[in-house]
Structures are given as C-alpha cells and as structure tokens.
C-alpha cells in the first residue's frame, strides 16, 4: 500500500493521496453549487490527512483558484454570473476585507482576541441559519396562501424581501444589474461587499459563506446569480491568494495539483447540478451547511472552555466538519445525476 | 465623456484597494524561512523543489500558470465526458427566484 502515498516534495511528508482526491472532489461539487471556496471545511481535512498547517493555506487557496475558474466560465455559460455586480463588489471587497484584517491585528495586540471572534462567527452563522430558514418558512407560507385562493404562486416570489426597501435608496449614481434584474444605487452592492468583506477580513475566512446569502437577501440576487457571482469573487481573490502565498513560500503545489484533480471535476458536477436543482433547494442546502460549520464552532468553543473535553470536542469538530462535507456533496451529486437522467430520457423520449 | 470619468475613478481606487491587500498580505507573513529537502527527489518533483528553493518568484509564476491551465484541462475534459452523456451544457432550464 506503499504507492498510495506520496512524498510532498516541499513540506517534506508523505500524504495518501487519495485522500486529497476525495477531499478536492467533495468540496469541487460543495463549491460549485454553493459559490464558496469553502476553506472551513478543507482546512480540518488537510489535518487529517497528516497536512502541515503551515502550507494548509495556501496549498487550499491555490487549488481553489483552479476549480473556481472553472466554475466561473460554466455558470456564465449558463447566465449565473452577474461580471457588472462582480466588478464593483470587488471594491468594497477588498478595501473590507483590508479593513477587517488591520482591525483583527489591532484588536489581537489589545489582548486575547480568539474567544471574541468566534463567537462573533458564531451570531453571525445563527443569524445566516436563521435568515435561510425563515425565509424558506414565509415563502411555503406565501404558497399555501395561493394554493388556499385557488392561485399558483409566481415562481420569482421570495420569502425575505429586505432588498425591497433597499432598492428604494436612490443615492446616485444608479446601476442596471441586467442579469441579477437589479436596479439599484452602486453604493449598495458596494456597501454590501464592504460589510461581507470587513466581516470575513475579522473572522479570517474567504467571506463566500457570507456573501452568498448577502447577495440573495441585500441584494436581491437570484439564487443561481448568487451562487455564479460569488464564484467569479472567489475566482479573483484565489488567484490573487495563490500568488501572494506561493512567492511566501506557503504553497505545497503537488498537493494543490492532486486536489485539483478532484475539485475540478467537483465543480463541474455541482456547477451543473444547480442547472437542475431550484433557487430554493439551494439554499436549503446552504443553510445545512451553514448549521455544519455553526456545529464545529460551537464544539471548538465548548473544548476551550473545558480542557478535560478538548480533544473530544475537537475531534467531534471535524467529523461534523467532514460529515457535513460528505453529506451534502453526495445529496448534490444524486441531484445532478436525477436530473441528468430527467433531461436524457425527456430528450429521448422527444426524439 | 461620463464614461471616462468613471473609468478615471475606479481604476485608482481599484489600484489603491489591491496595494492595501498586498500590504497587508506582507505584513501577516512568518519570519521562517522553509527550505525543501531535494536529497531523495527524482524527476519534475525534484526539478519543482529546486526551482521552489532557489526562486519563489519563478516558482510562484510556474503556480500561478500551472493551477488555471490544469483547472480549465481538466474541467474541459468533464465537460466532454457530460456533453456525451446527454447533458445540455449551454443554458438552465431552471428559472425560479
């Protein structure tokens, strides 16, 4: 069994590195349907795995780089990515997310800042879980309502409608955001990513967790548009991220390859599967994978507090972690390969 | 006209936005230095981990090359695989919010 690990030629282990196909895979098909790099959830994998931390980052990052890409060019194809609304987040993104990492470094020179932030993370992960959720409630409400008067409910209708009243700030200059069918001030996209970027540069994570359902309920964005637009965000910062990290010297580029192998095929089956599985459905999902990560917090949490439990709880972190993983990346493949089957037979049966 | 003083606005801001990232990105990193042990290394590995010590900035360009060029192969290749299935890879069919 010897041939199934491989020597990482720069952090100097060796690494199974099925694992790291699997695990690139699983979070190629969670990336691709979500618009999330995802790196709460690879990072404890690469742990398991035996990965020095120290290349854990950027090693992620800059496979992430490669399957966004990839993700990004399909879901245009299929008119998910909104490049106008990309363009100008990505201003408020960054000077955010700078922002959010000074202020982190100011607040950790005050003193222990850890505990802080994740509880921080975690509000903001309850409030993510509870936004999805009620959101979901108030529409199966809205359709039982039209179904009780004899109606069918417009397929556009939401659940949350936030960015109604936002959309009715009209500080110039204004902006048509023709494939969100948006028209808004700039400033709100701006101030939007501003605020998921300031958030994401605090928690140290890439921010897709929170962007995603910010472009869904600030916004207005359509699921699928979302989901697309977010991926094109990831895409910009993960080639960005992975040079930044490579000329640090903190890239294990065999191991970034060998993901890769995995994740882009992943993302391409998620990509696809969001052609098949509704707006809603979607964000379901997302909120399982949310209340995932809100889990592990919460377990990492608990292990700090009483050391005669941490390493449990740790443990118990990265099963939910990988179970979460695993789960959700099996749901949306079965999805995909439903509807795949769906298509090919309707096509068949056409013909 | 408006056009340009857009374009005039926002690519300063863009610029100024990216050097604060860069500048922050510099200042987190950690003092060590890792060096890769090329002793039992044959091959492209060795060849990678060479490259990686005597050079970041080459080996940072051979990354940034490298992972978009595999990426879009590799995603291409699945494409291929889905397009003969039966898989109508061009539009969505779903349009619900």
């Known amino acids: ?351 | 006209m408006r056009k340009l003083w857009k374009t005039l606005v926002a690519l300063p801001a863009a610029l100024l936005a990216l050097c604060g990232t860069a500048l922050a990105a510099g200042g987190g990193a950690s003092p060590v230095v890792i060096v890769s042990d090329t002793r039992d290394l044959t091959g492209i590995l060795a060849w990678w981990s060479h490259l990686y010590n005597e050079s970041h900035l080459q080996f940072t360009i051979l990354t940034v090359i490298l992972i978009p060029v595999l990426g879009m192969t590799l995603g291409l290749l699945t494409d291929l695989v889905m397009k003969n299935i039966g898989i109508d890879l061009s539009k969505r069919d779903v349009a619900e919010h």
């Open chain 1, 1 to 351: 069994m010897d041939w199934m690990y491989m020597l990482m030629p720069i952090a100097g282990v060796k690494i199974f590195w099925p694992g790291l196909i699997i695990l690139g895979l699983g979070m190629g098909i969670i990336g691709g349907f979500f618009g999330m790099g995802g790196a709460w959830m690879i990072t404890p994998g690469l742990n398991i795995l035996g990965f020095p931390m120290a290349f854990a980052v950027g090693t992620d990052i800059a496979h992430m780089a490669g399957k966004s890409l990839i993700s990004t060019l399909r879901h245009g194809k299929f008119g998910n990515v909104d490049y106008k609304l990309g363009f100008i987040m990505i201003i408020g993104t960054v000077v955010g997310m700078e922002l959010g990492a000074q202020m982190l470094m100011w607040l950790e020179r005050l003193g222990n800042i850890d505990l802080v932030v994740r509880l921080i993370y975690v509000a903001l992960l309850v409030f993510i879980t509870w936004m999805v959720f009620s959101d979901v409630q108030k529409r199966k409400a809205k359709d039982r309502a039209a179904l009780a008067a004899g109606k069918e409910l417009d397929k556009h209708a939401v659940g949350l409608e936030w960015h109604k009243t936002l959309h009715k700030i009209k500080i110039p200059p204004m902006v048509h955001l023709n494939v969100a069918g948006i028209y808004c001030s700039m400033w709100l996209p701006i101030f939007v990513s501003f605020l998921t970027g300031w958030l994401a540069g605090i928690l140290g994570i890439g921010g897709g967790l929170i962007r995603m359902p910010s472009l869904i309920y600030l916004l207005g964005c359509p699921t699928h548009v979302a989901v697309g637009t977010d991926l094109f965000e990831v895409m910009i910062s993960g080639l960005y991220g992975a040079a930044t990290f490579t000329y640090k010297g903190r890239t294990e580029l065999v191991a970034a390859i060998i993901m890769l192998c995995g994740a882009a095929i992943g993302a391409q089956i998620g990509t696809v599967a969001t052609k098949y599985i509704k707006g809603y459905g979607i964000r379901i999902a997302f909120g399982w994978a949310v209340i995932g990560c809100l889990v592990s917090i919460i377990l990492k949490l608990i292990g700090g507090w009483i050391p005669s439990v941490k390493s449990l709880c740790n443990d118990g972190a990265t099963v939910v972690v990988l179970g979460t993983v695993t789960a959700l990346a099996v749901v949306i493949f079965l999805g995909m390969v439903k509807g795949a089957a769906k298509e090919i037979a309707d096509k068949k049966a056409a013909a």
